[in-house]
């Protein structure tokens, strides 16, 4: 069942309206050689007619049209132009090509049909810039210039395309434009490819090889051959006509008839060879560049393809970054909850040894010694403490001891500095906290940071996996619409080629079978005997 392409909404100017009736067509009447004044050089301008509508455009300008169909439509198969002339082509003609007659007819032709598949299609016949192109006074240049062209992204995996949102379509979408998002190279491979778009894009391959490799190369062969033919009927038939001069009477009107057979036969091949260029050879032609315009349509489905799945996997990612950080971060809350409980108790004990040497009274308060007082240094130790605690340790702090009198001591000073330095452990894991500093002033903070950062990603990658899903839903069904609506216009293209192919021989034949009978007549009409 063939999908419905939806139409976008269209203006409503007087060039949409007129192309919106049945019987209109688009007619290149004539072209003309025009010179540009500013570049110094001069091109051949095509005019175009539609209705009481006419105006002019050169080459460059159709081919810019059809590039511009192609970023505003990536989903659309955009009708191709006449190709431009290669390379060798340009070495062989020592004219200037642009004087060459025959290849300005040719292009005539193909951009006439161009201009009129344009119009006839659902999508691309209600785009405003085909309207401009076609509009009378209106330079090409300021419709460049103007939106929605002047306001495309250099990456159209930025935009939304599908029909299927009015609203979004055709437009810059900033979550897409997002740096978090990932961009798909052209290389990338698919890890769950749409097996109909795949066998869609293997027939496509065939076909444009099948038609460039053989049918194209052949039938431009087969003309070349018949073009070469007519000439030789044209030198052969001046032959027999001053061949009839050397000749008297019935003899002499026979061969001057084949004289005339023959340029007829001349005439006749010439004309087959024009039908056969313009009702078969050049279709052939263009349909071997539809292949190529398939290729990119089905190449820009893929990319959005590689889109989602990228994004999905940079989703998978950032979540499981995500669960590590807060992982990390629960194991640092239990570790500052545990130390913090070690604190509070650390702070409410009371050192046996300093209550039997009196240091302490039995509520924990410290009792002023008359002799010697420890001065409030964070290195400073109690010496009388490690001699009976630790005799055989010979690693001690840097402590200071010093006599003096009438000084009090209060208890909380004294226990956080006996609790802070009591052992060479504390004075390791001070040090290594000094140097962990110097790396990081705040790793709790920066690992903080690093969440709500990876949050923030994580909620911009599922927007966009949400928008480039849907998207990719609506450009899969748009493709497969267009793919559907171009296999039927290719097949009535195909019958009125073939029937085109068999009229252009079959006429051939009967004018030729005309000519050689009244030969044969003029012939009969020789005596026997003379």
Request: glycine fraction near 4%; charge should be negative.
């Given at each position: 069942?063939?999908?419905?392409?939806?139409?976008?909404?269209?203006?409503?100017?007087?060039?949409?309206?007129?192309?919106?009736?049945?019987?209109?067509?688009?007619?290149?009447?004539?072209?003309?050689?025009?010179?540009?004044?500013?570049?110094?050089?001069?091109?051949?301008?095509?005019?175009?007619?539609?209705?009481?509508?006419?105006?002019?455009?050169?080459?460059?300008?159709?081919?810019?049209?059809?590039?511009?169909?192609?970023?505003?439509?990536?989903?659309?198969?955009?009708?191709?132009?006449?190709?431009?002339?290669?390379?060798?082509?340009?070495?062989?003609?020592?004219?200037?090509?642009?004087?060459?007659?025959?290849?300005?007819?040719?292009?005539?032709?193909?951009?006439?049909t161009f201009l009129n598949r344009v119009a006839k299609h659902p999508v691309l016949g209600h785009d405003h810039v085909f309207h401009r192109f076609l509009e009378s006074g209106?330079?090409?240049?300021?419709?460049?210039?103007?939106?929605?062209?002047?306001?495309?992204?250099?990456?159209?995996?930025?935009?939304?395309?599908?029909?299927?949102?009015?609203?979004?379509?055709?437009?810059?979408?900033?979550?897409?434009?997002?740096?978090?998002?990932?961009?798909?190279?052209?290389?990338?491979?698919?890890?769950?490819?749409?097996?109909?778009?795949?066998?869609?894009?293997?027939?496509?391959?065939?076909?444009?090889?099948?038609?460039?490799?053989?049918?194209?190369?052949?039938?431009?062969?087969?003309?070349?051959?018949?073009?070469?033919?007519?000439?030789?009927?044209?030198?052969?038939?001046?032959?027999?006509?001053?061949?009839?001069?050397?000749?008297?009477?019935?003899?002499?009107?026979?061969?001057?008839?084949?004289?005339?057979?023959?340029?007829?036969?001349?005439?006749?091949?010439?004309?087959?060879?024009?039908?056969?260029?313009?009702?078969?050879?050049?279709?052939i032609q263009e349909y071997a560049q539809f292949a190529q315009t398939i290729k990119q349509v089905l190449k820009f489905r893929h990319m959005k393809h590689a889109q989602v799945e990228m994004i999905e996997e940079s989703l998978h990612n950032k979540k499981e970054s995500l669960a590590m950080l807060t992982e990390m971060e629960g194991e640092s809350r239990r570790l500052e909850e545990a130390m913090a409980r070690e604190n509070t108790i650390g702070q409410n004990a009371v050192d046996i040894d300093e209550l039997n040497n009196g240091m302490v009274d039995a509520d924990g308060n410290a009792i002023a010694h008359p002799s010697s007082t420890v001065y409030d240094n964070p290195y400073a130790a109690d010496h009388s403490h490690h001699d009976q605690q630790q005799q055989h340790d010979t690693i001690s702090p840097t402590s200071t001891t010093t006599s003096t009198s009438n000084t009090n001591l209060s208890s909380p000073m004294r226990r956080r500095s006996r609790h802070a330095w009591s052992g060479p452990m504390q004075m390791v894991n001070a040090v290594g906290h000094t140097l962990q500093g110097l790396i990081d002033v705040d790793p709790v903070a920066t690992r903080r940071n690093q969440i709500g950062k990876t949050k923030d990603a994580i909620a911009v990658l599922e927007e966009a996996l949400e928008i480039t899903r849907n998207d990719l839903t609506g450009i899969s069904r748009d493709v497969q619409a267009d793919l559907d609506r171009f296999q039927q216009e290719k097949i009535r293209d195909l019958k009125e080629m073939l029937i085109a192919y068999a009229k252009a021989h079959i006429r051939y034949c009967q004018q030729n079978l005309e000519s050689w009978q009244e030969v044969r007549n003029e012939i009969n009409q020789i005596p026997d005997q003379i």
């Open positions: 069942m063939t999908t419905p392409i939806p139409q976008p909404s269209s203006c409503n100017c007087a060039i949409n309206r007129l192309l919106s009736t049945n019987d209109t067509f688009i007619f290149i009447t004539g072209s003309q050689k025009q010179s540009d004044a500013s570049a110094g050089k001069s091109y051949v301008a095509y005019n175009i007619r539609l209705g009481n509508i006419e105006t002019k455009h050169r080459y460059s300008e159709f081919e810019s049209l059809c590039k511009s169909f192609t970023k505003l439509h990536p989903t659309v198969i955009v009708p191709p132009i006449p190709e431009k002339h290669s390379i060798v082509d340009y070495a062989a003609l020592q004219t200037r090509v642009k004087d060459d007659l025959p290849m300005v007819e040719k292009r005539k032709r193909m951009l006439q209106v330079p090409w240049s300021d419709v460049l210039h103007s939106p929605p062209l002047s306001v495309l992204p250099k990456n159209p995996l930025q935009m939304t395309y599908s029909n299927e949102t009015a609203a979004t379509h055709g437009m810059t979408n900033t979550v897409l434009a997002s740096h978090l998002v990932p961009v798909p190279s052209a290389a990338y491979l698919l890890k769950n490819p749409d097996q109909k778009f795949e066998e869609s894009e293997q027939f496509t391959y065939r076909v444009a090889n099948y038609m460039n490799n053989h049918l194209e190369k052949s039938q431009r062969k087969v003309i070349r051959r018949l073009g070469e033919l007519a000439n030789d009927y044209a030198e052969l038939g001046a032959v027999y006509n001053g061949f009839s001069l050397n000749e008297e009477g019935e003899v002499a009107n026979a061969i001057e008839k084949i004289g005339q057979a023959v340029d007829a036969s001349y005439s006749n091949t010439g004309e087959m060879v024009t039908m056969l260029e313009g009702d078969f050879a050049e279709p």
